[in-house]
């Protein structure tokens, strides 16, 4: 079978995640079988399906690398296709005309659900079976001419000769619709394979009272496309191992329908947030350089004076300590402005302890003298003065660290003063000791 899936979603301006992971199941399953992965946009509703909502869909799936084998199909230019169909559905008794609601505004189109049981097979959650008696005929034109959801859904799986429907669970009430449809059409049924839905930490739908919940939310917060790439596809998926970190072509390898779990899944922000971290350790340094000088710009922090090796630099220090691209500015601000804040806790803690500011007084004194201003040089003077004052390295540590950063943590402390220079070093030890005398 030569497997094609589609992603088909309703422009509305933004990108749930949950629809996106539909994607990723798709594209990870044609990919999986040498298939294709195409894209129907379903525009219908010209009030929320605007060209503004359509390139925001399109732009996210860029930045996942989400590419159709095919161009898309906009499902509003099949209305006459959709409209054909439904007269052959009539011609062929499946569907009636009636004046639903009896509201005097013209007959709707009606199918005619058959009189027996509908059963399909879910490639997920097995047999599923709907009574008879529960079947419900509905519409498939309304009363003012404008095909429905379902006959467009189907038609449009037809002509782009879907072989895999996945989709969210969601959706199972209207596949026994659809795959009566399929049958009253004379077309072959497509296999279905319904995702469990992604819900909160109560077990409710995840939205956006939640947390991040659109793609261009967790883009904007610093979030690597591979990162959520990798992270939504083991959001209800498992490869059959203990692996987390996974390269797209190892998913691939991987992927199976019968390896997704049929209960709900569960979206964990503290996990992404450690997986992107994994990632961001990983990228080679020029891609790290360029996310950062973006996220500095966005901020106001960047300038294109900056010596470029400088910045490295910082990168490289701060790599370990980069959750997410925007933590950037705020935990690497002191070494491009000498505006920064200081932790109101950490003067307490640190600074304002007794002692502290004549350990650091003396501490500047000797760095100012140093024949060489690097890490090695400025841990042995430090270790060597707390030694002599009697007190642990901690003492001299953490009001240092204070002084120079505003912060009460960050990179390695030594390499960190290195970085910065004596003359930037010395002058924010005496900033601090004059202000918080």
């Known amino acids: 079978m030569n497997v094609r899936t589609r992603f088909a979603p309703s422009p509305s301006g933004h990108v749930h995640i949950g629809n996106i992971r539909a994607a990723i199941f798709n594209w990870l399953f044609s990919r999986h079988h040498g298939g294709a992965f195409l894209l129907r946009i379903e525009d219908t509703d010209r009030d929320r399906s605007t060209p503004t909502a359509i390139q925001t869909l399109l732009d996210a799936l860029a930045w996942l690398n989400l590419d159709p084998d095919e ?5 509003s230019s099949r209305m006459e296709a959709h409209l054909a169909a439904a007269d052959r559905l009539l011609a062929g008794g499946h569907a009636y005309r009636d004046d639903k609601g ?6 709707a189109i009606v199918f005619r659900m058959p009189d027996h049981d509908m059963v399909f097979v879910d490639e997920i959650k097995g047999e599923l079976r709907k009574p008879a008696e529960s079947a419900k005929d509905f519409v498939i034109v309304r009363s003012n001419g404008t095909p429905v959801f379902h006959l467009a859904n189907v038609l449009d799986d037809i002509e782009m000769s879907v072989t895999h429907v996945i989709r969210g669970d969601d959706h199972i009430e209207n596949t026994y619709r659809h795959v009566a449809l399929y049958q009253a059409l004379g077309a072959d049924v497509p296999r279905f394979a319904h995702l469990p839905m992604i819900v909160n930490d109560r077990g409710r739908p995840y939205s956006k009272r939640d947390g991040d919940a659109f793609v261009g939310e967790f883009k904007a917060n610093g979030c690597l496309p591979e990162a959520l790439f990798n992270y939504l596809a083991l959001l209800g998926w498992s490869p059959g191992d203990d692996r987390e970190i996974m390269r797209r072509d190892e ?11 049929s209960s709900p899944a569960q979206m964990d922000l503290k996990k992404l947030e450690w997986m992107n971290a994994e990632y961001i350790r990983r990228l080679p340094i020029d891609d790290l350089f360029a996310a950062c000088r973006t996220t500095l710009a966005d901020h106001g922090m960047w300038s294109e004076d900056l010596d470029r090796a400088y910045v490295l630099a910082v990168v490289e220090t701060m790599r370990e300590r980069i959750k997410r691209f925007d933590d950037f500015p705020g935990a690497a601000g002191f070494f491009f402005s000498e505006d920064f804040p200081y932790d109101e806790k950490a003067v307490r803690k640190r600074l304002k302890k007794e002692g502290a500011l004549e350990g650091l007084a003396t501490l ?3 760095f100012a003298g140093l024949p060489d201003f690097d890490a090695g040089s400025l841990e042995t003077t430090l270790r060597a003065l707390a030694e002599e004052r009697g007190v642990g390295a901690g003492d001299l540590v953490h009001p240092a660290r204070v002084a120079v950063s505003g912060q009460a943590g960050g990179p390695g402390l030594f390499e960190m003063l290195a970085l910065l220079g004596r003359a930037r070093v010395l002058g924010r030890i005496d900033r601090a000791l004059a202000r918080f005398a």
């Open 71 to 75: 161009e898309p199909l906009y499902q």
């Open 251 to 261: 998913m691939v390898a991987a992927f199976s329908l019968d390896r997704v779990q």
């Open 102 to 107: 009896a509201t005097g505004q013209g007959e």
């Open 364 to 366: 500047r004194d000797r």
